[in-house]
Structures are given as C-alpha cells and as structure tokens.
C-alpha cells in the first residue's frame, strides 16, 4: 500500500514537472487547436430550413428553430454541448467514431386552443446518431412535475403507434433529411463556440 502511495506522489511530482515545463506552449497550442481543431460543415447558419426560422445568439450553446404548421407552433431546441462519441475507443477509425457521433433535440408541438386538457403539447426527445434518426420519448406537455405520468419511452408503443408518431413529425418537416441538417448545423455551431473560447483563453493567458 505504502510503494502505491509514493508512486502516485511520483506521478503527481511528474505532472507538475511536465506541465510547468510546457505552460509557455500553451497559447501556441491553443492557436494551433483554433486554427485546425474548429472546422464546421457550414460557414455560418442559413436563416431557415424548411420553412423553420433558426437563430442562434452568440454564446449561447442552443439553436432554435420554429415555424407555424397550421394552428400549430413548432419549435425545435438543440443543445450543441451534447454531441459525443460511443463507444469510448481512442484507436477507432475516423469514419467509424463518426458513425457513433450523437446529439438529441427536443421537438414540442403546441396548440394554443387545447387549455381545457390541462396541456397543450406534445414534446419529442429525439436522438440523431450517426445517420439514425429516432425518436426516444413522448410527452405530453412539459413535464415539470417529476411526479407527472405524461413521458413515455417509444419502446412502450406497438409498432403501429411508433410509425404513426415517425409520420406525424415527417408530415411537420421533421424528418431524417432534416435530423441531417441539424446535425451539420450543431457541429458549426459547436465549432465556431469553440473557435471563439480558444480566443478568449489566449487572450487571458496572454494578458
């Protein structure tokens, strides 16, 4: 017990050694990360996508989306800070990490005139994984009670159910031509967040 605890004093000592002796490669590092590390499938975000409004506000790490579909608002919420890798393997191919690369966006219906059911929405948690686009939960309206009985996983639905709620986002524009869009348009986002943190870390460190 006694030699584990001093070898991973050592290690510590080592870290320490290792990093003061490369602190001043940092900002260079972090340049060369700005410059090489931050691509983006887009050059910037267009205004819309099939009939969805988008923004997004500098700093912010969502993209929203929205259109009306009749009497109906539609609104789509992205959180670019939830794309990641599965399975964690370092040595994997590119193409095949690619494959695994996943990020979920919440779709939620909502009709104004619905009141007097107590909700007035449906909500989808949605997961784009690699070229997948599935639906997760469904829930009626917003949920903020953790006691409320209104999300559903999609696996409790028969088929039937599954495909009618495929059918319902598709015939909303929400469908895998547009799950593909999304996730082009968080990896800039994501990227172009990133570009813009790589610059104030230099900027701090060069202070």
Known sequence: AMRSIIARA????????????NF???VDALKDFQENETGSKMEELPASFKGFNISHEEGSVYIEMTKDYGSEKISVS??????????DD????????DAYASFNFYVKVEKPTMDELGFDSLT??????????????????DAESPDEYSEVPMDRFTEEVQDGFFGYLNDRGIDQEFADFVG???????SQELHAWAEDAVAFLKA
């Open 10 to 21: 050592a290690s510590r000592r080592g870290l320490r050694v290792v990093f003061n002796r």
């Open 24 to 26: 001043s490669s940092l």
């Open 78 to 87: 992205v959180d670019v800070r939830e794309t990641e890798q599965e399975p």
């Open 90 to 97: 370092l040595n994997m191919e590119e193409d095949v990490a």
């Open 124 to 141: 989808f948690d949605c997961t784009m994984k690699g070229d997948l686009f599935d639906i997760n939960t469904v829930t009626c309206g």
């Open 184 to 190: 082009d348009a968080t990896e800039t986002v994501d």
